[in-house]
């Protein structure tokens, strides 16, 4: 079967964040919203023992997605061709309940146009045979996609010769995520992006950016 | 799946629609509504280099019906790669940004008032050149002073030309001696070749990561991942994924120090006795290259106590010999002269101290080892807040993984001691033999030969200044090394126009961002403003400085300018992608200023259009077409022609890397190795040329200078802070914490802080701080706290690390755009230059002022500034708004 996702090598991310304004700019998101956000874990430690990491985040293209469960209205669906989920906009009643049962709040609100909105690894894009804007711009060449369905593809092999050691998913609630983190000389920190704030400026609740 | 429920039943069924809420807030947060795209839509993908900060990285802009819709990178792009970071994909809303300069405007009402009225830019020429010529018929040339830098500049030289074309020797940026030149001046004079600076596009042999043998990476007070992510940043990246070592030297746990093997957090501001400390150790344990130590360096020339200047035995007066200087040889156990380059018969001694003709001589290597004693790893870890056990594992890194290279960043140019420490730098580096060899960051790698000028190729016409206007430049008597570029010095300026001392400066041309944000101590800045006749301001939005201008002049974003890029062995051009409104490039503003002051009867404005007149400082232009064509006409191309083909390789990579230049045989002088372009043509680690040019100007000035007050030291020495956290520090009882700087990968300088899409990730500055210095003074995260200094104070967000020292802060620079109409003009909310300091202590050589390593304190703040937007939503009103393209002007 067929299952397009991202692996990331997490000791590759700098965390430039250039991923969140690649996916902004490529997919008209709106202010306040995004459908990636890159988490800063750490520093862990005793100054100056630490540990830092950037854990670009994003929908985990669930094999047992909750999303897709939870919508009402058959919107939110698991494309048998790639693997990846969607939402039907023709079918999106904006209800919010794909949201509320993601658990990585990966699934954000379009306010335009009143309707779920998600990251779909740029399925225009690869409709066209390129990639998706945040793996073409990730300045460390962290972010890679591709099918894990495919033992030749370069995320199954990338994976093939990790250390499953080295290897880690966010937290999996029964949802099976399928988006694979390499990191490789930090410790791993079992952490939901929901709560990383990055910066504690915004006043007024919001999403914190 | 429940195929019945329709949209419109499943909305009905629904028992509250509290939740929908904030999902049916249909207020537009987007930039425009997706498109679909149409038949006969237009589109056009066009090739350019971006320049939302310096590293021009290349890009794929996409052009539909005339306007930009799309940014990528060009994978054809050697550094980048085919990536961009959060800054320049931003390129759009900085273009079509709906408070952008459209058109040129005079002020009507009072300064500060905010009332403009359009003009032309007719105009605009005509009122600024009158003024400019009014001022100098009565006050003298030297009375007009011009200003650039703080980021989004195409080039820097257009200014330093129009200056020395007008005659007036005064023009300044905030970086200059605090960004940059300090590094340039040492490494050219050190060893002739290019600086290691990453974040200046430099340190260029690291960029084919597969190719180059370099073992171990220093970060000395860079960080690439935030100052050029998807150029150097990516490049470290690819170096650490092949088993290259890295040290990084930074008081942030910055995400490079995070993937460090080891980290060492320096005191801000201690960095030369952490640098002289690794002199020592490599030194003492003899872990440096002797073969090139004593065959390439000028180490075993003997030196005069006294005079601190190099025994000869023969000064040469051909330039392409140099003078012959006098070895300790141990053969004979007599003084020899030693023939460039070398001579097999001797044995020179490296170290110590001999008598010659009754006067007491010592090696350069001696006096080096002298200068860097006191400081072991001891002293270093006490001076610099640091595990002794910590540094030596970091030296022992450098110095056991050859080839290594140590780059440098901005960090140590922004304090006193900035030219010390860059020559302690270029010192390790050239000790170590990392220089001209494969995996050496020093490097003279062969260039397309496009430009007559380091790193953009407007010529900067330095012989026509007058020498007698030269010798007027405020700060330059004792700061001789901005000679190297040309500048004035900033806090000299400063004090002239509050002080009217030596003479008062009256009209100012800047072309910058926001001097208010970038100059140290803007308070004082202000100040100055208020007594001057006349200032024009050119950028491509208004900014605090725009609210004092009485001329305000629309510039071009990135996207709307041609410009000529070298990058590795690859030619780019920069392409106008859109030109808007009434927007002029720079690099032709100057021009047409130069123009009209000619037509007003300037003679050497005037002269500066004559081809025949101006020679290799090449004619002043009409068009970029004609400025551009003529530096790729050197490749047998019109601009056109070549813009239709770029990116090109001017020449294959195994030629364009030339390693061991040193070595290859000179003609011009017997055949022998033509070595370094020094004096000696060795690589001068005892700098004697330093001393030269504290008391002549020389190399540098075209005319002999009086001797600035104090001599410069050949060697780098440490500078401990004017204002100090050490015991017995009377500023620090009441201000006790240390501040330092730095960059976020989300602005260069002080641009880009009217973008939503960047302004949302981090909407004000943080200021690092301890949890345990946090509690303290009572500070909880996410808290706003005010930060003060001797200075001033300001406000920022607290953000508690354990990546910091305890007795150490970081703030980063910041303005606030959405304030401009207001009383404070954006620039004392949030603006760590409230704090700096623009007073002496200044570094001797180059006039460096204190922008980091000075006392501040913290205290929480009930709330932030008024009125300023840290929510996403804030920004909603800075959402760019397209518009058609327009024609140049012709003015």
């Keep these: 079967m067929r299952q397009f996702t991202f692996v990331v090598d997490v000791d590759r991310c700098i965390g430039c964040k250039g991923c969140q304004v690649a996916c902004k700019l490529e997919n008209d998101i709106a202010l306040g919203e995004g459908r990636n956000k890159v988490c800063t874990i750490g520093p862990n430690g005793t100054y100056?023992?630490?540990?830092?990491?950037?854990?670009?985040?994003?929908?985990?293209?669930?094999?047992?997605?909750?999303?897709?469960?939870?919508?009402?209205?058959?919107?939110?669906?698991?494309?048998?061709?790639?693997?990846?989920?969607?939402?039907?906009?023709?079918?999106?009643?904006?209800?919010?309940?794909?949201?509320?049962?993601?658990?990585?709040?990966?699934?954000?609100?379009?306010?335009?146009?009143?309707?779920?909105?998600?990251?779909?690894?740029?399925?225009?894009?690869?409709?066209?045979?390129?990639?998706?804007?945040?793996?073409?711009?990730?300045?460390?060449?962290?972010?890679?996609?591709?099918?894990?369905?495919?033992?030749?593809?370069?995320?199954?092999?990338?994976?093939?010769?990790?250390?499953?050691?080295?290897?880690?998913?966010?937290?999996?609630?029964?949802?099976?995520?399928?988006?694979?983190?390499?990191?490789?000389?930090?410790?791993?920190?079992?952490?939901?992006?929901?709560?990383?704030?990055?910066?504690?400026?915004?006043?007024?609740?919001?999403?914190?950016? | 799946m429940n195929e019945s429920l329709t949209v419109e039943r499943y909305q009905k069924a629904l028992p509250n629609l509290g939740r929908l809420g904030s999902w049916t807030d249909a207020s537009a947060l987007v930039h425009q509504a997706p498109r679909p795209e149409a038949a006969g839509d237009q589109i056009k993908v066009i090739k350019t280099a971006c320049r939302a900060c310096i590293a021009n990285c290349g890009v794929l802009a996409t052009v539909k019906n005339g306007r930009v819709v799309s940014l990528r990178g060009n994978p054809e792009d050697p550094m980048s790669k085919g990536r961009m970071c959060a800054k320049g994909l931003s390129g759009i809303q900085?273009?079509?940004?709906?408070?952008?300069?459209?058109?040129?405007?005079?002020?009507?009402?009072?300064?500060?008032?905010?009332?403009?009225?359009?003009?032309?830019?007719?105009?605009?020429?005509?009122?600024?050149?009158?003024?400019?010529?009014?001022?100098?018929?009565?006050?003298?040339?030297?009375?007009?002073?011009?200003?650039?830098?703080?980021?989004?500049?195409?080039?820097?030289?257009?200014?330093?030309?129009?200056?020395?074309?007008?005659?007036?020797?005064?023009?300044?940026?905030?970086?200059?001696?605090?960004?940059?030149?300090?590094?340039?001046?040492?490494?050219?004079?050190?060893?002739?070749?290019?600086?290691?600076?990453?974040?200046?596009?430099?340190?260029?042999?690291?960029?084919?990561?597969?190719?180059?043998?370099?073992?171990?990476?220093?970060?000395?007070?860079?960080?690439?991942?935030?100052?050029?992510?998807?150029?150097?940043?990516?490049?470290?990246?690819?170096?650490?994924?092949?088993?290259?070592?890295?040290?990084?030297?930074?008081?942030?746990?910055?995400?490079?120090?995070?993937?460090?093997?080891?980290?060492?957090?320096?005191?801000?501001?201690?960095?030369?006795?952490?640098?002289?400390?690794?002199?020592?150790?490599?030194?003492?344990?003899?872990?440096?290259?002797?073969?090139?130590?004593?065959?390439?360096?000028?180490?075993?020339?003997?030196?005069?106590?006294?005079?601190?200047?190099?025994?000869?035995?023969?000064?040469?007066?051909?330039?392409?010999?140099?003078?012959?200087?006098?070895?300790?040889?141990?053969?004979?156990?007599a003084p020899q002269p030693l023939e460039y380059p070398w001579n097999d018969a001797l044995d020179p001694a490296l170290v110590g101290a001999f008598q010659v003709d009754g006067r007491t001589c010592k090696t350069g290597f001696q006096l080096l080892w002298e200068r860097c004693e006191p400081y072991n790893l001891e002293k270093a870890g006490e001076l610099c807040w640091l595990d002794p056990a910590r540094i030596e594992a970091a030296i022992r890194i450098y110095a056991e993984n050859t080839p290594s290279g140590l780059a440098l960043g901005v960090a140590t140019d922004q304090t006193?001691?900035?030219?010390?420490?860059?020559?302690?730098?270029?010192?390790?580096?050239?000790?170590?033999?990392?220089?001209?060899?494969?995996?050496?960051?020093?490097?003279?790698?062969?260039?397309?030969?496009?430009?007559?000028?380091?790193?953009?190729?407007?010529?900067?016409?330095?012989?026509?200044?007058?020498?007698?206007?030269?010798?007027?430049?405020?700060?330059?008597?004792?700061?001789?090394?901005?000679?190297?570029?040309?500048?004035?010095?900033?806090?000299?300026?400063?004090?002239?126009i509050l002080t009217g001392k030596p003479y008062q400066p009256r009209v100012w041309i800047d072309r910058s961002g926001n001097k208010l944000g970038a100059t140290a101590d803007s308070q004082l800045w202000e100040k100055a403003i208020h007594k001057l006749d006349f200032i024009v301001h050119v950028y491509m939005y208004p900014t605090s400085f725009s609210a004092y201008a009485d001329i305000l002049l629309p510039s071009e974003e990135w996207l709307e300018t041609d410009m000529l890029v070298e990058t590795c062995n690859t030619l780019m051009a920069r392409q106008q992608v859109t030109h808007l409104w009434e927007t002029m490039d720079e690099t032709l503003f100057w021009s047409k200023l130069a123009k009209k002051c000619g037509e007003l009867g300037h003679e050497a404005c005037k002269k500066a259009?004559?081809?025949?007149?101006?020679?290799?400082?090449?004619?002043?232009?009409?068009?970029?077409?004609?400025?551009?064509?003529?530096?790729?006409?050197?490749?047998?191309?019109?601009?056109?022609?070549?813009?239709?083909?770029?990116?090109?390789?001017?020449?294959?990579?195994?030629?364009?890397?030339?390693?061991?230049?040193?070595?290859?045989?000179?003609?011009?002088?017997?055949?022998?190795?033509?070595?370094?372009?020094?004096?000696?043509?060795?690589?001068?680690?005892?700098?004697?040329?330093?001393?030269?040019?504290?008391?002549?100007?020389?190399?540098?000035?075209?005319?002999?200078?009086?001797?600035?007050?104090?001599?410069?030291?050949?060697?780098?020495?440490?500078?401990?802070?004017?204002?100090?956290?050490?015991?017995?520090?009377?500023?620090?009882?009441?201000?006790?914490?240390?501040?330092?700087?730095?960059?976020?990968?989300?602005?260069?300088?002080?641009?880009l802080r009217n973008i939503p899409w960047l302004r949302e990730m981090y909407p004000a500055p943080e200021l690092w701080i301890h949890p345990q210095a946090a509690q303290t003074y009572g500070i909880a995260q996410g808290d706003w706290v005010w930060v003060e200094s001797r200075r001033g104070k300001t406000q920022a967000v607290a953000k508690l690390t354990q990546?910091?020292?305890?007795?150490?802060?970081?703030m980063e620079r910041f303005w606030n755009p959405e304030t401009l109409n207001t009383a404070t003009h954006g620039w004392r909310e949030m603006n760590v230059n409230m704090l700096t300091k623009a007073s002496a202590p200044f570094n001797d050589v180059v006039g460096t002022y204190t922008l980091r390593a000075f006392q501040v304190k913290v205290t929480r703040a009930d709330a932030p500034p008024d009125g300023v937007w840290l929510d996403p939503e804030d920004f909603k009103p800075w959402l760019p708004i397209p518009a058609e393209p327009t024609r140049e002007v012709q003015v």
């Design chain 2, 416 to 496: 006193p001691n900035s030219v010390q420490a860059a020559m302690a730098a270029a010192t390790l580096d050239l000790l170590m033999g990392n220089v001209e060899r494969p995996g050496a960051l020093l490097q003279r790698f062969r260039t397309s030969g496009c430009f007559d000028m380091p790193n953009y190729p407007v010529p900067i016409a330095a012989d026509r200044l007058p020498p007698e206007q030269l010798k007027k430049r405020l700060g330059y008597q004792d700061h001789k090394g901005l000679g190297i570029w040309y500048a004035g010095h900033p806090s000299s300026i400063l004090n002239a």
């Design chain 2, 803 to 810: 990546g910091i020292n305890p007795g150490t802060v970081y």
């Design chain 1, 48 to 209: 100056p023992d630490l540990e830092l990491y950037f854990l670009p985040t994003m929908c985990q293209q669930c094999e047992n997605p909750a999303c897709v469960q939870a919508c009402p209205t058959g919107a939110c669906y698991k494309r048998e061709a790639d693997g990846v989920i969607l939402v039907d906009q023709e079918k999106c009643v904006g209800c919010g309940s794909c949201r509320r049962a993601c658990p990585y709040d990966m699934i954000r609100p379009n306010r335009e146009l009143r309707m779920a909105d998600k990251c779909t690894l740029c399925t225009q894009l690869r409709a066209a045979g390129d990639t998706p804007a945040c793996v073409r711009n990730c300045a460390g060449g962290a972010l890679h996609y591709g099918d894990l369905g495919d033992p030749h593809s370069e995320v199954s092999r990338l994976l093939a010769e990790t250390d499953p050691q080295a290897v880690h998913t966010l937290q999996d609630f029964g949802n099976r995520p399928t988006v694979r983190y390499i990191l490789r000389r930090d410790h791993w920190v079992d952490v939901l992006p929901q709560h990383c704030v990055e910066h504690s400026a915004h006043r007024r609740g919001g999403r914190k950016a």
């Design chain 2, 609 to 751: 259009f004559d081809p025949a007149y101006m020679g290799h400082d090449l004619a002043y232009w009409d068009s970029m077409e004609e400025f551009l064509d003529h530096w790729v006409g050197r490749l047998g191309m019109t601009w056109k022609e070549f813009a239709a083909k770029a990116p090109i390789e001017y020449l294959p990579r195994d030629q364009w890397r030339s390693y061991g230049v040193y070595l290859q045989p000179d003609p011009k002088n017997g055949g022998k190795p033509a070595g370094f372009p020094t004096p000696s043509k060795k690589c001068e680690v005892y700098l004697e040329s330093m001393i030269t040019l504290g008391r002549t100007g020389k190399p540098f000035s075209p005319i002999e200078l009086e001797p600035a007050a104090v001599d410069y030291d050949p060697l780098p020495y440490f500078l401990e802070p004017a204002e100090s956290p050490l015991p017995g520090s009377e500023v620090a009882a009441e201000y006790p914490l240390v501040l330092t700087g730095g960059r976020v990968p989300f602005y260069h300088h002080n641009t």
């Design chain 2, 94 to 333: 900085a273009l079509y940004h709906p408070n952008r300069n459209k058109y040129p405007m005079k002020r009507v009402g009072p300064r500060g008032s905010g009332q403009w009225k359009r003009i032309s830019w007719e105009e605009a020429l005509d009122t600024i050149a009158r003024k400019l010529m009014e001022t100098k018929e009565t006050y003298g040339a030297e009375a007009v002073f011009c200003s650039t830098g703080g980021g989004g500049n195409p080039e820097i030289w257009s200014i330093a030309r129009f200056c020395n074309i007008f005659g007036t020797p005064n023009w300044f940026e905030p970086g200059c001696a605090q960004c940059y030149l300090p590094r340039v001046l040492a490494y050219t004079m050190m060893y002739g070749g290019v600086d290691p600076s990453i974040a200046d596009s430099n340190a260029l042999e690291l960029y084919f990561p597969d190719e180059t043998p370099i073992k171990a990476l220093v970060l000395w007070g860079t960080d690439p991942s935030y100052s050029c992510p998807a150029s150097g940043g990516g490049m470290v990246v690819d170096l650490r994924a092949k088993g290259v070592k890295t040290v990084v030297i930074d008081p942030r746990f910055t995400p490079d120090a995070a993937k460090a093997d080891v980290w060492l957090p320096v005191r801000p501001g201690s960095d030369v006795a952490l640098l002289l400390a690794w002199i020592r150790y490599i030194l003492e344990h003899k872990l440096y290259d002797e073969d090139f130590v004593m065959k390439w360096t000028n180490l075993p020339y003997l030196v005069d106590v006294e005079t601190k200047m190099l025994l000869r035995a023969k000064t040469s007066d051909d330039p392409n010999q140099p003078d012959t200087f006098m070895v300790w040889d141990k053969k004979t156990n």
